[in-house]
């Protein structure tokens, strides 16, 4: 059991420990108003998942129904991938925002941008009616909805990992993940069957109907969580450790953790150029393998049950990571390890895969592939991510660690389509050619993993006392953290012997 260490706060001399008021030990909250937080918090990546993963499907439609148009213009690129341009300036911007000012606030705002420009995307409308100003008007608005998209991580998942701090030790992990990962793959899950059914409904004469429907669906999730994230109030390790009112220590930060930031950042662009690259073209690719003439619904059915394999893969990282034999860490590079072996095995065997009548084969395979990626680094790098920092900077290490990772999923949508063109007329080059990439990507990422340090049930507050200690070693003064500057902010000495405080006075 994890017992933290003493440390002296400079302003007054006495020697103290962080209170645990934020843990399960130190609170008489009952278990609902210990896990809402978790889940107001988290819930909000089922937004991501959701409007990043119905594009896929909706770029399908619109090829169709504006076939001439979208062949002239880089439409077909830039709906797909902009979302994640605006994702990576959200995630900078709000990472800072609930570093200094609000983890509350800096989540409500963004979902309120999510809301405002989801319904703007699905009401989109060229000049005229023309197809060219339709799809320059959704390019627009899907960046701005990324903007929101992108306050979800940095204020949101790590929102969510300083509320697991007051759930039972053991459960912690396990938390996080259901309420961050398995939201966005549960949204990708749902999306494709929305998107099928919606198709089926309207039939293929009416998908201009179809793919305003499907965009439409994704503005209730935020809108659900809106009372929630209204009734938040701030973590109990922000409270305590935050440097929202003091002077943020910019080079003893950067000295302290710019190694450990940069292979976190690396293994998130690795699993994003992977998972993202994939997710947005699968639609695509089942449809070149089910052949021009099979109707647009039945690729999008065979789109289902690749998006199902996410799920087994993220349960099961859930309940791995928390185990005491596995962790996040070792969950993460044996997931990354075993999606690179699977890859390269998919890529010697797509000359077989290639074929209509060896389709429900492909499918398997690669949801195999898919649902190791998400056992390990999908489930666990955020996770990695949020723990691995001291609360004070979390939301900035977070948000430049997200946004590196979004860069490689921009990177690889447009990658996997230059990938494929660059093999010519040789179709199995052009398929198998994207996992020859991604596996060798998996096990430079497995190798980067061994460089993290250990993480364990209490590693916030570990952290958070290593960062303080650093800080005070070099001068600084740690009794201006937290919300009450100017006080030992959130410090309990109650537990420090009655000898030691009397010695100190």
């Avoid at 990177?411 to 990439?437: C, H, M, T, W």
């Amino acid at each position: 059991m994890f017992k933290d260490p003493s440390y002296q706060d400079p302003a007054s001399g006495v020697e103290a420990v962080p209170s645990r008021r934020g843990s399960i030990a130190g609170t008489s909250k009952g278990r609902w108003e210990r896990l809402w937080p978790v889940i107001a918090c988290g819930a909000g990546l089922f937004s991501d998942g959701y409007l990043n993963n119905i594009i896929g499907p909706v770029n399908t439609m619109l090829k169709k129904i504006y076939p001439d148009a979208y062949a002239k213009s880089d439409a077909q690129a830039n709906v797909s991938s902009i979302t994640f341009a605006g994702t990576v300036l959200g995630m900078l911007f709000f990472g800072y925002t609930a570093d200094h000012f609000s983890r509350k606030w800096s989540l409500f705002a963004s979902t309120i941008i999510i809301i405002l420009f989801a319904a703007l995307g699905t009401g989109s409308y060229g000049a005229g009616g023309s197809p060219a100003g339709l799809l320059a008007a959704l390019v627009a608005y899907r960046f701005f909805l990324g903007v929101g998209i992108g306050g979800e991580y940095p204020a949101g998942s790590v929102g969510c990992a300083e509320s697991t701090g007051e759930l039972k030790e053991g459960t912690r992990n396990k938390w996080f993940i259901l309420f961050t990962n398995v939201q966005i793959d549960l949204a990708f899950f749902i999306s494709a069957i929305i998107a099928t059914i919606v198709v089926i409904i309207t039939g293929e004469d009416h998908l201009r109907v179809a793919w305003r429907v499907c965009l439409g669906i994704g503005i209730i999730p935020p809108l659900s969580l809106l009372y929630l994230r209204i009734k938040l109030q701030e973590p109990e390790a922000f409270k305590r450790e935050s440097l929202a009112k003091a002077k943020t220590p910019w080079l003893l930060v950067i000295k302290y953790y710019w190694f450990r930031l940069s292979i976190v950042s690396i293994i998130w662009f690795i699993y994003d150029f992977s998972a993202y690259s994939f997710g947005i073209y699968a639609t695509s690719i089942l449809a070149n393998l089910l052949g021009d003439s099979a109707p647009l619904w039945k690729s999008l059915a065979w789109n289902i049950l690749i998006n199902f394999f996410y799920m087994p893969g993220c349960l099961a990282g859930a309940f791995v990571a928390d185990l005491p034999s596995m962790g996040p860490k070792k969950t993460l590079a044996v997931g990354v390890v075993l999606q690179g072996i699977v890859g390269f095995i998919m890529a010697g065997c797509y000359p077989w895969l290639n074929k209509p009548e060896n389709v429900a084969g492909f499918v398997v395979v690669y949801g195999v592939f898919l649902a190791l990626g998400e056992l390990g680094p999908g489930d666990n790098i955020g996770l990695v991510a949020s723990k691995t920092c001291a609360t004070g900077i979390r939301g900035q290490y977070y948000g430049i660690a997200a946004a590196i990772g979004k860069i490689g999923a921009f990177s690889g949508s447009y990658a996997l389509d230059s990938i494929q063109k660059a093999a010519g007329a040789d179709e199995i080059a052009a398929g198998r050619n994207p996992f020859f990439v991604a596996s060798t990507l998996a096990f430079l990422a497995g190798a980067l993993v061994m460089l993290l340090p250990h993480i364990g049930q209490d590693m916030i507050d570990q952290e958070d006392i290593k960062f303080r200690e650093y800080l005070a070693s070099h001068g600084y003064d740690t009794s201006k953290m937290g919300l009450e500057s100017g006080s030992i902010s959130e410090v309990s000495i109650e537990q420090v012997p009655e000898e030691k405080r009397c010695a100190s006075k």
